[in-house]
């Protein structure tokens, strides 16, 4: 077997002084915008003869471990051939936690050391390796041995938190995620280190312009870190999700929804299709009057895949730099809403809620914000301030309008499933306040169930009397107004809520419509018999008609002359039907006349 001894040869000299060299090593920091040989070492002349020299006795080296010999501060280790090493420890000398723990005979480990002068026998340790942590930092590999140390070293320094976010990322392809509350790495050192280990998870574009930013940083591009920051602690995967099961996901439904049979039908089917066949990121719209549940599908998704949901709000849209960030050439640059909803919980694998994407103002002169949704509806969005194409394939996009006419057919196109929910009936109403609303009420509130009452008159006579819409959020309001009430005045024990308290507290609050009186039929005016400048419109829906007070004026009739007036903000099929109507009249007058 052949042996080497530091202190045969008389090195002890060459010992302190490769010591001093390997703690200089140790000390110094990273060249983050160069990931091969063009590192910062010492020494820093590349062409010198001591940079040839340190390069050389640079190594890297496996072998099994034999024993440690306190008095020297040393380890033996045995290659494969049998031959024994001398590893010294220094101050500066980089390994986990576990290394302090007892080492076994046997167990290999993976050294990175600066040999003591001619003798890579004989060398000192900048950073050790156990047996299972070797696996962890394979994706260095690549890149210079010199490099490696220091990427080592810093994953080391890291907080315990980060070091299993970092593990769990390359594990499972993932950052560590917590619904919002995500280790987010900030320095240049970390992003680098975390950039080197998860290198494989970002496609070869990304891969590019990340390396790209990381040569701006040492350029002290301003904003080059910030990009690298907000790119590098999004995951295009969510730790926390789970896969949807089929039946348990058909409960949630109900118990989220009454009646809607047939939406719920085809949304338990889109989404169970797609779990059989691993579709991850998906789009749906919504369509329908408000307050039907529509944000309770959502919710009811994102709750049974047990990922993060966060709501946009399009009516406030008015212009592309809300969406798609602005250009970092502005020092007032920064992203926009979608990769900061990213940033917000470290994931891109979110349930986004578009909430009306009718409203979206699409006459804007900053540009039309529905352009945006071309290209992120389709897996791929570029947010002009990163500068790079981003995956949004594993997002799902859940979008509601309570209308298809303002949404242009190439935005349409690119929605996999478009659900038209109906409004609900009166009976249906009581139904939801009693079994649906009311129980969700009481335990916001913390009141025991079945210890206040809501009959089905006194519901039904906050709906005939209180409420407008088709939907049920009117109804929610005024019960849970209701409910405060009675909380305040502490009689909500055993209370039986009645039509007279109903109007009491409701109509102090002018809040009675009384939607179906007389005056409500005849136009919300009172009918006067000829009453000029005032004609009835008729409109009609699930739930009956009512009339509308409509303003006119007599206009004398030119038989050639085509033009008429509608005043009001009238959506475009409104609009034509009364050009129908129009000259559906017109041609009659024209034909009586022409009879007589």
């Not at 810093?154 to 990322?169: M, V, Y």
């Not at 299709?273 to 309770?296: D, H, W, Y």
């Not at 005045?489 to 109007?503: K, L």
């Amino acid at each position: 077997m052949a042996t080497t001894d530091v202190y045969n040869h008389d090195t002890q000299y060459d010992l302190q002084k490769t010591i001093t060299l390997a703690e200089d090593f140790m000390n110094q920091e990273e060249n983050l915008g160069r990931f091969h040989l063009n590192i910062s070492i010492i020494p820093k002349d590349k062409n010198s003869a001591e940079y040839k020299e340190f390069h050389k006795r640079f190594f890297k080296i496996q072998g099994a471990f034999a024993r440690y010999e306190n008095n020297l501060n040393r380890i033996i280790i045995f290659l494969d051939d049998d031959t024994s090493c001398h590893m010294y420890f220094m101050n500066k000398t980089v390994h986990s936690s576990e290394a302090t723990e007892k080492i076994r005979v046997g167990e290999i480990l993976t050294i990175y050391a600066l040999a003591i002068g001619d003798y890579t026998q004989d060398a000192v340790i900048l950073c050790m390796l156990r047996e299972n942590e070797d696996e962890i930092f394979k994706d260095l590999y690549k890149i210079d041995i010199t490099e490696q140390v220091l990427k080592i070293r810093n994953f080391f320094r890291l907080d315990s938190k980060k070091q299993k976010a970092i593990l769990k990322r390359q594990k499972l392809n993932v950052y560590e995620e917590n619904q919002g509350i995500a280790y987010r790495f900030s320095s240049a050192d970390d992003l680098s280190l975390l950039y080197a280990l998860t290198k494989r998870s970002f496609p070869v574009e990304i891969q590019r312009s990340i390396e790209e930013l990381f040569e701006e940083v040492e350029d002290r591009d301003k904003h080059a870190l910030k990009k690298l920051k907000y790119i590098l602690n999004v995951s295009p995967i969510c730790s926390q999700r789970k896969p949807l099961q089929p039946e348990l996901f058909e409960q949630a439904l109900e118990e989220t929804l009454y009646g809607m049979e047939i939406p719920k039908k085809i949304l338990a089917d889109f989404l169970i299709s797609n779990e059989r066949a691993g579709i991850r990121g998906f789009n749906i719209l919504l369509v329908g009057p408000p307050g039907i549940g529509k944000t309770a599908l959502a919710e009811c998704i994102a709750r049974n895949c047990q990922i993060p949901m966060e709501i946009i709000p399009m009516n406030a849209m008015s212009t592309t730099l809300e969406l798609e960030g602005l250009d970092s050439s502005y020092d007032s640059a920064s992203i926009g809403c979608f990769w900061k909803s990213f940033y917000k919980y470290g994931t891109s694998e979110i349930l986004c809620f578009l909430d009306e994407l009718d409203k979206v103002e699409q006459i804007s002169s900053e540009g039309n914000p529905m352009n945006c949704f071309y290209q992120l509806l389709t897996g791929t969005f570029e947010d002009k301030f990163l500068e790079c194409p981003l995956p949004t394939s594993n997002t799902i996009f859940i979008a509601t309008a309570n209308s298809l006419q303002n949404i242009p057919d190439s935005i349409l196109n690119r929605f996999q499933c478009i659900i038209p929910m109906y409004d609900y009936i009166v009976d249906e109403k009581i139904i939801i306040g009693k079994n649906y609303i009311l129980p969700k009420l009481l335990k916001n509130f913390n009141i025991p169930q079945k210890t206040l009452y809501f009959s089905e008159d006194a519901i039904r006579h906050i709906i005939l009397n209180y409420c407008h819409s088709t939907g049920v959020r009117e109804l929610k309001h005024h019960m849970e107004l209701l409910i405060r009430n009675l909380v305040a005045e502490d009689i909500y024990e055993n209370f039986a809520v009645y039509i007279d308290y109903i109007d009491m507290i409701l109509q102090n609050l002018n809040l009675n419509k009384k939607i179906y009186t007389k005056e409500w039929c005849e136009g919300n005016f009172p009918f006067v018999k000829g009453l000029p400048g005032i004609a009835r419109a008729l409109t009609v829906n699930r739930n009956g008609g009512r009339c509308l007070a409509v303003e006119t004026v007599l206009m004398p009739l030119e038989p050639l002359d085509d033009s008429f007036y509608i005043t009001g903000h009238v959506k475009e099929s409104v609009r034509q039907s009364v050009e129908v109507a129009y000259f559906f009249l017109k041609k009659s007058i024209l034909n009586c006349f022409i009879n007589r």
